[in-house]
């Protein structure tokens, strides 16, 4: 059990919400991954060795903390959008011209890949929500 004041600790789960949210890792993603990292699925339960193993995954995957100032590689986060945004589209069995509406609708673009990440962002959560009122509907009602 940690005791009650351990700054590094504190730190070190603050670094790993950050790179969570700086990620824009849904819920389930981000426990796969700790899972995936330490066997565990919430950060509170992670010794030192296991936090900086999910620092070190989340770093990986183009996180810079910003006292660090890192370089992230140029189009990296337009990637992984890009990934995020192809998920969510096999999980709702949508094709890519489903995206392509949504840039045009929200944008006016003609296509999801002219996006900047701001603006995939965006359509990823889009995408969520959408996500999150289907499984409201095929919920059964109690």
């Given at each position: 059990?940690?005791s009650?004041?351990?700054?590094?600790?504190?730190?070190?789960?603050?670094?790993?919400?950050?790179?969570?949210?700086?990620?824009?890792?849904?819920?389930?993603?981000?426990?796969?991954?700790?899972?995936?990292?330490?066997?565990?699925?919430?950060?509170?339960?992670?010794?030192?060795?296991?936090?900086?193993?999910?620092?070190?995954?989340?770093?990986?995957?183009?996180?810079?903390?910003?006292?660090?100032?890192?370089?992230?590689?140029?189009g990296?986060?337009?990637?992984?959008?890009?990934?995020?945004?192809?998920?969510?589209?096999?999980?709702?069995?949508?094709?890519?011209?489903?995206a392509?509406?949504?840039?045009?609708?929200?944008?006016?673009?003609?296509?999801?890949?002219?996006?900047?990440?701001?603006?995939?962002?965006?359509?990823?959560?889009?995408?969520?929500?959408?996500?999150?009122?289907?499984?409201?509907?095929?919920?059964?009602?109690?």
């Amino acid at each position: 059990m940690p005791s009650a004041f351990e700054p590094q600790r504190t730190r070190d789960l603050r670094r790993i919400h950050t790179g969570r949210r700086a990620l824009a890792l849904d819920d389930d993603t981000y426990r796969d991954l700790l899972e995936r990292v330490t066997g565990k699925r919430s950060a509170a339960d992670l010794d030192a060795q296991q936090r900086r193993a999910v620092l070190d995954n989340l770093y990986r995957l183009g996180f810079t903390p910003p006292d660090h100032r890192r370089p992230k590689p140029a189009g990296q986060g337009k990637t992984r959008l890009m990934s995020k945004i192809e998920a969510l589209l096999a999980d709702a069995a949508r094709p890519w011209a489903y995206a392509d509406g949504l840039a045009t609708r929200m944008f006016g673009l003609s296509a999801v890949g002219f996006c900047d990440e701001e603006q995939l962002r965006k359509i990823v959560a889009a995408l969520i929500y959408d996500q999150k009122r289907r499984q409201a509907r095929a919920a059964p009602c109690a």
